[in-house]
């Protein structure tokens, strides 16, 4: 689903710039550890003051397995009690389970993101 451009969004200034084969490498495997293309990590570099987190890309990819998981979990017992089957105590003391662990990494989550900003 592609958001809304907003005249801040817009990217209309192009910048170009000579690295040697060591640098460009680097730049390139920097960016791909953080789940960035080339642009979007040096644009990262520019407003972060050159701290770009590192772990945001796989603090994400671990969030999204599991609100994948839950939704899936919930979508299974919506699924049984839409069907008139049972649905036990036992799935949904599970889904809580599965709601905490979600909650606590996100919540470590933000804890590393603030530390950053700080």
């Known amino acids: 689903m592609a958001g809304?451009?907003?005249?801040?969004?817009?990217?209309n200034r192009?910048?170009?710039v000579k690295l040697s084969e060591k640098d460009y490498e680097k730049l390139c495997?920097?960016?791909?550890?953080?789940g960035l293309n080339i642009s979007e990590y040096m644009r990262e570099l520019i407003s972060s003051g050159g701290k770009?987190?590192?772990t945001?890309?796989?603090?994400?990819?671990?969030?999204?397995?599991?609100?994948?998981?839950?939704?899936?979990?919930?979508n299974q017992l919506a699924k049984r009690a839409n069907a008139n089957e049972r649905v036990y105590y036992s799935d949904i003391?599970?889904?809580q389970d599965y709601l905490k662990e979600v909650q606590y990494s996100m919540?470590?989550?933000?804890?590393?993101?603030?530390?950053q900003k700080s």
């Open 93 to 95: 003391l599970n889904m």
């Open 4 to 11: 809304r451009k907003y005249k801040s969004d817009i990217k």
């Open 107 to 115: 919540s470590e989550v933000l804890k590393v993101w603030q530390l």
């Open 52 to 54: 770009v987190d590192t």
């Open 56 to 74: 945001y890309a796989d603090d994400r990819a671990k969030l999204i397995r599991q609100v994948v998981g839950i939704a899936t979990n919930v």
């Open 14 to 16: 192009k910048v170009s």
């Open 29 to 34: 495997t920097d960016a791909r550890n953080v």
